[in-house]
């Protein structure tokens, strides 16, 4: 298969939409079609093989992916030749992989995100018979040790888990990547070796409760983990996301041990309100959740926090919403990710009475975008004079004759400099806040 899909210099694009884990998903999959022969091609419009990575966490997502793949039509019979497929969790969700096909019968290859594996003999099958190939299996999981096509030096992501087992009530996450199955410590830890070896610098480690990494695995737990990626060396380690309810004190000394553990927190809060903490099944409450903020600021001062803040659940009163301001007040994060809350279908939340009327969801989320912005700025603003060590990671989008990269906390900070220093590590003064990134100026 190989020999004739290289012979024939096919190329593939594709589009990712939605978290970290689908873009880390694609890396696998570009890797899958690279062994294949397939070569990427950066125009979507001109590679043989178009496939749409889909998430199904967001509803306006799904209307926009269905809106991307309808486009593909009039491409399609520019050239027959082209296959359109579409995978990722979307296509996990009941009955919407046959309602795409149904709606759109120019896809030819639909997917899950436990078929990766069988990609090669779907993709054979389309370029042999030319008949359209669907594989969605619910059980099982995906598969992890795939050669990946990673994004270039010097940031990685890696994951450590799969699934989740929460079942916080607006999520459909739990039913679309199902249970939880975490890697063995020694795969993760062999993957980050080789990452360093390839020159990579910074490594995300991925799940969607990393705190609850090592359920079914003998003597492994988060905390232990983290303690055997940085024995690695490996110059920097960041990880998402933390459930509040799992959060643990060894973890917190392992961050504080280690000093290529970033010191920065994702513990999304979600909302301020005990009352809807509950009706979501988050499993903390106000006060748990504040007492571990100041717990966290305790033991490791300085900590960068951000978090996710949704607004609109069934039931938010105005006292409640106001709740999720004053936490916010009390907290204030250096980031928050906000968010109006969408019925997902087949969630216990979309058939809770009490929905919002999305006048009153955007009145509020206005409220918090505007709050939160204060608030980076002025965690901007207190890191002027400070002196960083800052991961170099790319062009800077402002300016030509800049460069970017994070600091230890996350923030994103552009500096004047070339390209050269791609992936090094300098030490700069941050000498200037904007709203949302830093300004600085490289001492070494
Ligand atoms: S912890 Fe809750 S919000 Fe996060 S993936 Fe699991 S069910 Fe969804």
Redesign the pocket.
């Known amino acids: 298969m190989k020999q004739y899909i290289a012979a024939q210099k096919f190329t593939f694009y594709i589009e990712t939409y939605g978290c970290q884990m689908n873009s880390h998903d694609s890396e696998k999959i570009a890797g899958i079609l690279t062994t294949l022969g397939y070569r990427p091609n950066p125009v979507k419009e001109d590679a043989d093989l178009i496939l749409f990575n889909t998430c199904c966490v967001r509803e306006n997502a799904e209307n926009k992916i269905f809106g991307n793949v309808g486009k593909m039509k009039q491409i399609k019979q520019k050239r027959p030749h082209l296959i359109v497929g579409v995978c990722g969790c979307m296509m996990q969700q009941a009955g919407v992989a046959e309602r795409l096909g149904k709606m759109f019968p120019f896809v030819d290859l639909i997917f899950g995100t436990n078929n990766m594996q069988e990609l090669p003999q779907m993709i054979w099958q389309i370029l042999m018979e030319k008949g359209r190939s669907m594989c969605i299996r619910q059980e099982g999981v995906a598969e992890e040790e795939v050669e990946m096509l990673r994004t270039p030096p010097p940031l990685a992501s890696v994951n450590i888990m799969q699934g989740?087992d929460?079942?916080?009530t607006y999520?459909i996450?739990?039913y679309v990547r199902g249970r939880e199955h975490s890697r063995p410590i020694h795969a993760i830890v062999r993957e980050i070796e080789q990452l360093m070896e390839q020159g990579y610098k910074e490594v995300m480690l991925l799940g969607?409760?990393v705190n609850s990494y090592g359920k079914g695995l003998e003597n492994a737990d988060f905390p232990t983990l983290l303690d055997a990626v940085a024995r690695t060396g490996i110059e920097r380690i960041r990880f998402m996301?933390s459930?509040p309810k799992d959060a643990s004190m060894k973890m917190l000394e392992q961050m504080a041990k280690h000093d290529n553990i970033c010191k920065q927190l994702h513990l999304p809060v979600q909302a301020g309100s005990t009352r809807i903490l509950q009706e979501m099944n988050r499993k903390y409450t106000r006060e748990q959740y504040l007492r571990l903020v100041e717990q966290i600021r305790r033991e490791i001062p300085g900590i960068s926090l951000s978090t996710d803040i949704m607004v609109g659940f069934p039931g938010e009163t105005d006292s409640d919403f106001e709740e999720t301001v004053s936490l916010m007040e009390t907290v204030k994060y250096d980031a928050a990710f906000t968010f109006v809350y969408s019925p997902r279908k087949g969630t216990k939340a979309a058939q809770m009475p009490g929905q919002i009327s999305e006048e009153v969801k955007q009145q509020r989320i206005m409220r918090l975008v505007a709050l939160q912005a204060e608030h980076t700025y002025q965690s901007n603003l207190a890191n002027v004079g400070k002196i960083e060590k800052i991961l170099i990671e790319g062009q800077s989008t402002k300016d030509a004759k800049a460069v970017c990269g994070r600091t230890d906390g996350g923030k994103m900070v552009n500096l004047p400099g070339s390209m050269q220093l791609l992936g090094k590590m300098v030490t700069a003064e941050i000498t200037e806040a904007k709203k949302t990134t830093l300004l600085g100026r490289i001492l070494n």
């Open positions: 989740c929460n079942f916080c999520c996450v739990p969607q409760n996301t459930h």
